[in-house]
């Protein structure tokens, strides 16, 4: 295992940590006082934030516990195998792609720990698969997009909403008891590191509009609005049992994984608890940085609708 001291809670989560595991989670920026969103040293917060909370471990060494027999069977038969390597090895190119176009020496350095990070996400599922023998579909190129800022903000934004309901999900597999707990201690890590990127991509959007010439502007507000909006297709493809191109995609997933959410916990104590997962993974970080708004917002209203 990653770090054998890591310290969990099935219902407070991430606030149950390790000293070892703090210096993942919790990080304050040097700088006293108020920052000014889009000014040099906001740049400096988020991009440090992101070196700074680094955790140098190493896929190769991580110990896969042994699994019983109807573990085991519970995870080689979950249908998101292919999609999550997949995404990470795209998700590592378009950000280093991306990294490659910036001329700012601290921002470049930031977004290319990023990328070696969706890399390193991506090996830990390759070896993952291979230790509990799961068998994936053969791997397709992972060719440097053409449109480096577009690739970005499209993975940046999709990890807005995936992490978001991530957070969750893992935390229902482990109060479920489907995830044991020592493969949970194993990938903790992983989930918190999405939460770091997705901090930073905000911040980053944040930064980049204010200095964006004020005639940009309109042009990128559609550019991100076609954005969501092919995320959100993009999604509800998948929902109906097929990608974005129109191939077939296992349509049962949440039937097939009743017991990933646990028989009792219905939509709205779903949304409830990626709600409390997101609030406890951003906790930790300096106040004065942005968290992501729009995903939280849209399930807040949800909660609402749903309510009994």
């Known amino acids: 295992m990653l770090m054998s001291d890591t310290l969990t809670h099935p219902d407070e989560g991430a606030a149950f940590i390790s000293e070892q595991d703090a210096a993942l989670r919790r990080w304050t920026h040097g700088a006293p006082g108020p920052i000014k969103i889009g000014s040099d040293e906001h740049r400096k917060m988020f991009c440090r934030m992101l070196l700074e909370t680094h955790d140098p471990y190493r896929p190769a060494v991580l110990d896969w516990p042994k699994l019983e027999p109807d573990v085991l069977s519970r995870l080689t038969s979950l249908p998101i195998w292919d999609i999550a390597v997949q995404t990470e090895g795209r998700a590592s190119i378009r950000v280093l792609t991306y990294a490659q176009t910036l001329s700012d020496p601290l921002l470049r350095k930031a977004v290319e720990m990023d990328a070696a990070e969706e890399a390193r996400h991506k090996v830990v599922l390759s070896h993952l698969v291979q230790a509990y023998g799961i068998e994936l579909a053969p791997e ?98 998948i929902a109906r049992g097929i990608d974005a191109s129109g191939n077939a995609r296992d349509s049962n997933f949440l039937p097939a994984n009743r017991e990933v959410l646990g028989d009792s916990l219905d939509p709205r104590e779903m949304i409830a608890l990626c709600l409390r997962e997101n609030d406890a993974r951003m906790s930790g970080y300096d106040a004065r940085l942005l968290r992501p708004t729009l995903v939280p917002t849209l399930a807040r209203f949800a909660l609402r609708l749903l309510k009994k």
């Open 140 to 237: 397709p190129a992972y060719p440097p997009p053409k449109k480096a800022e577009w690739a970005w903000m499209f993975t940046g934004y999709s990890e807005c909403i995936d992490s978001f309901f991530a957070f969750g999900l893992f935390r229902s597999a482990q109060r479920s008891g489907f995830f044991p707990p020592d493969l949970v201690e194993t990938f903790e890590p992983v989930i918190q590191e999405e939460a770091r990127h997705i901090l930073f991509f905000v911040n980053w959007v944040a930064w980049y509009r204010k200095n964006m010439p004020w005639w940009r502007r309109p042009w990128h507000a559609v550019r991100v609005a076609a954005i969501w909006f092919m995320l959100v297709w993009e999604r509800l493809a």
